[in-house]
Structures are given as structure tokens and as C-alpha cells.
């Protein structure tokens, strides 16, 4: 043998060691030591060559062994697949229970259609499916691709529920048909799997600060667009959450369970939740909550695990995995595992956590909510029917039982908020002539929701305006606040979709009776040419997404078109916003217009209205100086650190994925020396300080670039690095100090102050020259300078999602203008939860900046309008800066 051959065997042989004794559970037999797995087949290690909870499983690893587990059980497991990822893989889940059930999985599938919906189903016939049909479980692993432990517990899970010989487990499967989602999120695993061996050495590091538990940008947590898809679940944006939806609601399972990790010095959660409460979690839900809660604990008892409840991980915002089913009657539930981000991990007290031990709690967790849905089998099916029922109840006694969204304001948003609506498993009609209800005319082709139906409460957490958190929890946080701790509000507080959308929707007490036929999916309806055979060209009315994605299409395939700055009317086609376009014949000499534009109109969704005259009644004719040609910009994106992940994804997502445009995304270190030649539009998204990557140097290259002909456009916190670098003229505020607050003297040793009361003691402790209050996320109102070119097709009133706490002071008008504003503090909150003090501060502070510099222009975003890819209502601004600002450059 060679000395290099004796030198890789030694070196292996180590490896080997090293790895076993890392971990202190090895192999199957070891996670559930009572189980019994005598005549065992497919184990993760004769399919895959090593032992369970010894490496991390990648994804492709993962659907070979839950195919090898579907070839050696072929009456007890399917296989379905419910989409691709954004890089093209497979999104499956395995349905398993007993063979006898499997058999019937149809009449299963059927059953759970009819109890769902009770306007079709009897009391009688309710009772009999209830009497025949099995419980159902669907148990989603790995929403989070760095939270490595649940998808390899996906893998045991299944293991054991096909391979266990003991009539426990046997039974459960008579009663229960389990659903798994191994991996809700491939591409953020592999990103994690990829770069973490890359990390790995001859041992496992379980120091925290090794490379093997840091990742680099972006995390293993995202998707490819870099979202956090437990986020996703109310806009349903990502192909991974959609179609998980869609599986959802064709099985209707009774119990949910979403399986995470957090932080490593932790121990276990499970429910029940944390507060606040969303109010439309029904009594009847919290209980079964309960029941499942005190199960776990009973297995986590006997095994000796830690866990905890309720301190954390509400259930009040329903875009989680964990809230979304509960508005369907199901219950549904987030499980946290302290993660080992890796092999071994030292917690702050020496015990060392591994990646086995993750993935051993996560199967205990599994198991034992099986047990319960088995041996709850008949009340957990009866409360689903109840909910369905109540629902309809509760929708025929609403004051405001019918809403009704007229489309002809906004058609794109009124069109994609009904088919989000269908999709969400709600029934939308759609008028098709005119009609008129409660005092008001509505136009054929308009929207109305009865609810009346049993998605009653999934309508109505939607679409309500606000969703209020409990007074006592409020004044809970207020008192934490006083005692400079962190507040416990988890997420946002407002997620409105008319707001979000910028909708204007109706309530009515009546529904109407008028002729209309059932939506169905589809976001965007076809549009229409009408004259196609116009002799001059052609009009687009600006002001919604479909004419945005008609002018991105139009660009990318050559055509010529104008955008009026302002409004005018047209002698024959009439009036027109600004910012609508223009397309003649003059302009494009060798295109057929109206082979072209038809089918644009077709993809777009856009009404395209053939003229016959250039004559303008009133406003810019074609040929005036305040209509620009546009061209197709080459957009730029900072990218890597110290930029957020999320802000970046979002960004790059509504961009490519909503006004199909593509973005090149440029790394921060090659962006030091601000060579941003070639480059139309250059976007900053918000980031954790740009400070610690640009100088003085890359701001005043910024500087440059602008000021020969570029667009910098900056979003969320991004901006008030802007202002603080001098690339913005206008400065970030500190919060209002609290009256009586003194900044103190700066000397070590001051004179003595009497203090008389309690009160007084509580004023003299304020902080003073301290960052407003953080806020979670609020929708608020914003008032629109409409005389402004970048306010072109947008409403008068905006909604914007304020989030965090950075607040720019107004530019000077000599400097540029506001051209939105935040409304005053009467009309401040859409919906969701301010800070009084950020009432105080926040009116009449700029939303939306332009400051002219030298032939180009910064264009500042103080709130991120990309946020979560959901606040619809402000794609049209953001088109506005990355369309029509660099055409008035040239």
C-alpha cells in the first residue's frame, strides 16, 4: 500500500470516528429505543449508506429515500407532487396510513370535501362521514432550509410509522392518514448542505464561532428569492407555499404541524402559543390546541426532554404555516427545536447539543401528535364540521354580509386580490352586469364576496381592515417598554389586502342579485385592443399593473413608446392620467402594431385603445417636451452584505416576477469603488449599515454617477444611510424627547436634585437622544403630491407598511421634493399597532424623496414598498422611479 493510499485511509478512518462519536444517537433503533423494527426495510441507512441523524441529508438525498420508502411500501405510501422551486426542484409530500385506507384514499379525499363545505352536505350525512372517515395529520418539515433537524425527522417519521411491527402504531395509521412534507424549501437546504461541508474539518466544531455555524450571505433560511416563506401564506407569492395551499384544501386535514429550529441555548417548544391571540381562533381550536400540547409533554416527560409553552410564537398573524389552517377549522401549530446549526454546537452552559438530538425531539414530537389525532379521531372531525358550520352562521349574521369590489379603478389589483381570495379556498362571484346595492351603482365585472360560506373566517382575517390584539396584552408591553425590555409583539400587525392592495372595497348588509359566474384562479385577466386598425397609435391609461407589465413586455421586445408626465384628454378616446403611454405607428415603422399589441394586451392583462388622431383637447400633445420616450433601463442591485437578505429578495422578486423585468445584482465589495458605469438604475435596498462596506470615496463616485444621468433609488433604512452619507439631503430623527426630559449635564459628578414622587423618579430615568421605538409593522396612511411626475397613476392616498423605526425629516423644497407624505395622526393608522409616541412623530414625515443631483436623481423610499412582496398598492410608485425617472434623464 502507498504512503498517500495509508495517508487517505487513516485520514477516513477518523473522519468516521470523529463523526460517530459526535453524535450520541446512531441509527434508528436508537431515536425510539421501545420501537420495534424487526423486519425493518428502507432505513436511511441501507438506502442512503449511513445512520439517521449522522449527516444532513441533502434534498436530492432525501426524495431518493421517500421513493425507496414509496417502491418498498407501494399499498401504504403515495407519492404526489405539488410543484417546483424556483430552481427547478421537485415539491412532493407522502401520504402513509394503512393499507385499507390507502385503497380508499379517494372516498377519503371525497368525504373531506363534503364535510367541508356544509351549504352541501346534511346534518345526517355529516354524521355518517364522521362515523367512517380516518383523522388526517399533515406534519411540514424544513420551511427554513438552515433549520437542518425536521426534514431527517421527516425521514424517521415515515420510517417508523411504515416499519414499526407494534399494534400502537398500527392503529394509528387505521385511524389517521399522516401527510409529510419532508422539505417545504429544497434550494435553501442545498444553499445550507453545499456550504456547510465545504465549512466541515477533520472534527465538527462545536464552537459557535466556527465557520461551520456561520453562514455566509444569503442563509440556508431563504428561498431562492431570499424570502422567509413562513411570511408568505396571506399573499401567497412563492411556488412553495402556493402549491402547498392547493394540497390543503383539496385534503382538508384536521391538525397542522409546522417543524422548526431556533437558537441552540434553547430547549423545545410546542403549543399552545404565546399571546396575542388572533380573535377568530375559536374556543373549540384552543382546546384541541391544549390536547395536543399536553400529549407532547407527556412523551417529552418520559424521554427527559426540556420544553416550554406559550412564552413565545403567537399565533395572531395568519401568513405562518402554524396560523393559516386554523381558518379553515383545522388546528395548526409551530414546533421549535433548539438547532445545533451543524453537527455540535456548545451551549453557554458547556453541554453540547447534536444535530441528533434535533432530529431524534422532532420525531418524539411527531409521534406523539399522531397519537393524538389517532385517539381523537372522532372529536377532531366533528369540530371541523361544527367550524364549517359556525362559519356560515357567523357570515349570515355579519352586519356587513356581502363585499363588493368594484374593478374598474384599479382592474389588476381588483383581479388579483379575487383570484388571491380563490385561491385562499374562498368563493368570489363576478358580476356581469351592472347592478346596484345598498345606495350604490356598481359596474358590470365587479367582485363580490358572500360570507356566507365556510371560509367565513379566512375572508374575513384577510380582508377586514383590523384585527385587534388584546387591551391587557397592549398595556403588557407599554409596561415592559417603561422598563426599557423588549416588547413581545412577534410580527406585523396589520396585513389588511384591500389596504395592502390599496382596494377600495364595499360592505353591504344585502347581497346582491345580479347575473355572475364563479371566479377562478387567475391573477391576471386577458386584456384587450380595441381599434386595432387605428390609423395614428395607440393609449394605455396608467395606474395599474396591467399597463406596467405591458410597458416592461413592450420594452423587452424592441417597441418604441412615450409616457406623458401629465394628464390630458384625448378628442376622441378622452381622458387620460399622467403617466399614461404612448404608441404610434410613427414610432415603430416596421412593427405590426396590432399583431403585437393584441397579444400583449392578451399577457398583460392591459386595454389598449387605438386612436385615430394625434389631436390632444386639454394637456401634452405626443410631441411635448412632458412626454418622454422610454427605453428598456439596465437596473443594478446591491447585493451581499451588509444588505438585508429579505429587502434584496423582495426587490429582486417584484421586479422580475411581477413587472417581469430582469436585475442585475452586484456584490457590495465591487460596488466600493462606485463604479456603477452602465447602469441606468442602481437600487440600495435596505441594509444593516452600508457604512461598514462604502467610504468616503464610494459616496462621492454615487455622487458622480448621478449626477451624470443616473437613478439611485433607495429603500427602507437604506435611506437614512443616504442622508447620513450626504447622498440625501435631509436628516434621520432621533425620537421626541419626553417632555420634562433633560439632556444631563456631561460632567462625572452634578449638582443634587430633590425628587418628591414616584412620578418624578419615572420622568428623571427617560432616555433622552435615543432611536424612536421599534414598531413591528403597521399599515399606515400616506397622502401623494400629485403634481410630481414620480406621482404619476398613483391615488391620492397610499398605504404603506411602516416598519421598523427609521423617520426622515422633510426635504427642503430647495433641495427636492416630498412627494408622499405620511397622513396626520388622526388618519395615521390603516391598520395594526403604532406606539403613541410614533403617532406623535410620524405624521406629515416623507414616504417617497426626490432630489434632483445634476442631470440625474436620488429617489428614497423611507419604508421598504417591496416589503414581503405583498403591498401591491405600491408597485406603481416604484414602476414610476425604475421606468419613467430614467427617461426623463435623457
Not at 551 to 574: D, M, N, W, Y
Amino acid at each position: 500500500m502507498s504512503v498517500m493510499k495509508k495517508l487517505f485511509l487513516t485520514l477516513s478512518v477518523a473522519a468516521a470516528s470523529a463523526a460517530v462519536a459526535s453524535d450520541q444517537l446512531s441509527g434508528a433503533a436508537s431515536m425510539l429505543p421501545e420501537a420495534n423494527y424487526s423486519n425493518g426495510k428502507a432505513s436511511v441507512e441501507e438506502v442512503l449508506g449511513y445512520s439517521i441523524g449522522t449527516k444532513i441529508t441533502s434534498p436530492e438525498a432525501m426524495s431518493r429515500y421517500f421513493e425507496a420508502l414509496a417502491a418498498a411500501f407501494p399499498d401504504q405510501v403515495k407519492l404526489l407532487d405539488y410543484g417546483k422551486s424556483w430552481e427547478g426542484r421537485t415539491l412532493y409530500y407522502a401520504v402513509i396510513s394503512s393499507a385499507e385506507n390507502m385503497a380508499n384514499f379517494d372516498n377519503f379525499v371525497g368525504n373531506m370535501q363534503r364535510l367541508a363545505d356544509p351549504r352541501k352536505t346534511s346534518q345526517q350525512e355529516a354524521q355518517r362521514l364522521i362515523a367512517e372517515t380516518p383523522a388526517s395529520i399533515w406534519l411540514s418539515y424544513g420551511v427554513h432550509g438552515n433549520e437542518i433537524s425536521s426534514p431527517e425527522a421527516a425521514m424517521m417519521t415515515a420510517y417508523h410509522l411504515l416499519n414499526d411491527q407494534r399494534p400502537q402504531t398500527k392503529d394509528w395509521l387505521q385511524n389517521t392518514v399522516v401527510f409529510i412534507d419532508p422539505l417545504q424549501n429544497p434550494d435553501g437546504r442545498a444553499r445550507f448542505v453545499q456550504r456547510y461541508y465545504m465549512t466541515a474539518g477533520l472534527e465538527h466544531s462545536a464552537d459557535r464561532r466556527s465557520a461551520e455555524h456561520n453562514e455566509p450571505w444569503p442563509s440556508g433560511r431563504t428561498n431562492h428569492y431570499l424570502f422567509d416563506m413562513n411570511r408568505d401564506w396571506i399573499a401567497l407569492t412563492q411556488p412553495e407555499i402556493k402549491g402547498q395551499v392547493d394540497a390543503l384544501l383539496k385534503y382538508y386535514p384536521l391538525v397542522f404541524v409546522d417543524l422548526h429550529e431556533m437558537g441552540g441555548d434553547s430547549t423545545y417548544y410546542f403549543t399552545p402559543e404565546a399571546r396575542p391571540y388572533n380573535p377568530l381562533i375559536t374556543e373549540q381550536q384552543r382546546e384541541t390546541l391544549n390536547w395536543i400540547g399536553k400529549n407532547n409533554a407527556s412523551w417529552f416527560d418520559k424521554k427527559g426532554f426540556d420544553y416550554f409553552t406559550r412564552e413565545i410564537f403567537d399565533a395572531f398573524y395568519p401568513g405562518y404555516g402554524a396560523s393559516w389552517p386554523l381558518y379553515h377549522g383545522s388546528v395548526a401549530m409551530t414546533y421549535e427545536m433548539a438547532s445545533a446549526r451543524g453537527h455540535r454546537f456548545e451551549r453557554k452552559d458547556g453541554s453540547i447539543l447534536t444535530y441528533a438530538d434535533g432530529v431524534q425531539q422532532h420525531f418524539v414530537a411527531s409521534l406523539s401528535t399522531i397519537e393524538t389525532v389517532s385517539e381523537r379521531r372522532q372529536a377532531l372531525l366533528e369540530k371541523f364540521w361544527n367550524y364549517r358550520l359556525s362559519a356560515i352562521k357567523a357570515g349570515e349574521d355579519d352586519e356587513q354580509r356581502a363585499l363588493i369590489v368594484a374593478a374598474d379603478d384599479d382592474p389588476a389589483a381588483a383581479r388579483k386580490l379575487a383570484s388571491l381570495l380563490v385561491e385562499q379556498g374562498a368563493d368570489v362571484q363576478q358580476a356581469q352586469e351592472n347592478f346596484r346595492v345598498c345606495g350604490t351603482d356598481y359596474p358590470a365585472g365587479s367582485y363580490i364576496i358572500d360570507k356566507a360560506q365556510p371560509a367565513y373566517r379566512m375572508i374575513s382575517t384577510l380582508m377586514d381592515e383590523q384585527v385587534d390584539m388584546a387591551r391587557d396584552f397592549i398595556e403588557e408591553q407599554e409596561q415592559r417598554r417603561n422598563n426599557n425590555l423588549p416588547d413581545q409583539i412577534y410580527d406585523v400587525t396589520g396585513w389588511s389586502l384591500p389596504l395592502m392592495f390599496n382596494v377600495d372595497v364595499d360592505g353591504c348588509d344585502d347581497v346582491p342579485r345580479v347575473d355572475s359566474v364563479a371566479v377562478s384562479e387567475g391573477r391576471i385577466a386577458p386584456g384587450q385592443l380595441l381599434n386595432a386598425d387605428a390609423e395614428v397609435g395607440y393609449l394605455v391609461r396608467w395606474g395599474d399593473m396591467n399597463a406596467g407589465r405591458l410597458v416592461t413586455a413592450a420594452l423587452r421586445q424592441g417597441l418604441q413608446l412615450k409616457q406623458s408626465e401629465l394628464a390630458f384628454t384625448h378628442e376622441q378616446a378622452g381622458k387620460y392620467p399622467s403617466g399614461s403611454l404612448v404608441i404610434t405607428h410613427a414610432d415603430n415603422p416596421d412593427v405590426e402594431l396590432p399583431t403585437v399589441l393584441a397579444q400583449l394586451a392578451e399577457q398583460t392583462g392591459a386595454t389598449i385603445q387605438g386612436v385615430d388622431t394625434s389631436w390632444i383637447t386639454e394637456g401634452p400633445n405626443f410631441g411635448s417636451g412632458n412626454v418622454h420616450g422610454l427605453f428598456a433601463p439596465n437596473i443594478g442591485m446591491a447585493w451581499d452584505e451588509p444588505v438585508s437578505q429579505y429587502n434584496a429578495g423582495h426587490t429582486r422578486y417584484v421586479i422580475e416576477r411581477q413587472m417581469n423585468y430582469p436585475v442585475t445584482a452586484i456584490r457590495t465589495d465591487d460596488l466600493r469603488g462606485g463604479d456603477l458605469a452602465g447602469f441606468d438604475v442602481f437600487i440600495l435596498p435596505a441594509s444593516a449599515g452600508y457604512d461598514r462596506v462604502f467610504n468616503a470615496e464610494t459616496v462621492a463616485a454615487f455622487k458622480r454617477w448621478v449626477a451624470d444621468g443616473g437613478v439611485l433609488v433607495t429603500l427602507g433604512n437604506a435611506s437614512g444611510w443616504a442622508a447620513e452619507a450626504g447622498l440625501l439631503n435631509t436628516k434621520v430623527e432621533r425620537a421626541i424627547p419626553k417632555e420634562g426630559v433633560e439632556k444631563p449635564a456631561e460632567e462625572t459628578r452634578v449638582d443634587g436634585t430633590e425628587i418628591t414622587s414616584k412620578a418624578q423618579l419615572m420622568t428623571e430615568i427617560q432616555a433622552h437622544g435615543v432611536n424612536p421605538d421599534w414598531v413591528s409593522g403597521a399599515l399606515v396612511n400616506a397622502d401623494v403630491d400629485k403634481d410630481h411626475f414620480l406621482a404619476a397613476g398613483l391615488k391620492q392616498r397610499l398605504v404603506s407598511l411602516f416598519n421598523g423605526n427609521t423617520i426622515l425629516a422633510p426635504i427642503d423644497i430647495n433641495h427636492g421634493r416630498n412627494i408622499a407624505w405620511f397622513a396626520d395622526k388622526e388618519a395615521l393608522i390603516a391598520s395594526g399597532f403604532l406606539w403613541d409616541e410614533t403617532q406623535q412623530q410620524l405624521p406629515y414625515k416623507p414616504l417617497l424623496i426626490w432630489q434632483p443631483m445634476g442631470e440625474g436623481m436620488v429617489i428614497s423610499f423611507t419604508q421598504e414598498p417591496t416589503y414581503r412582496a405583498y403591498m401591491d398598492g405600491l408597485n406603481m410608485a416604484l414602476m414610476n422611479a425604475l421606468f419613467l425617472a430614467p427617461a426623463t434623464t435623457r
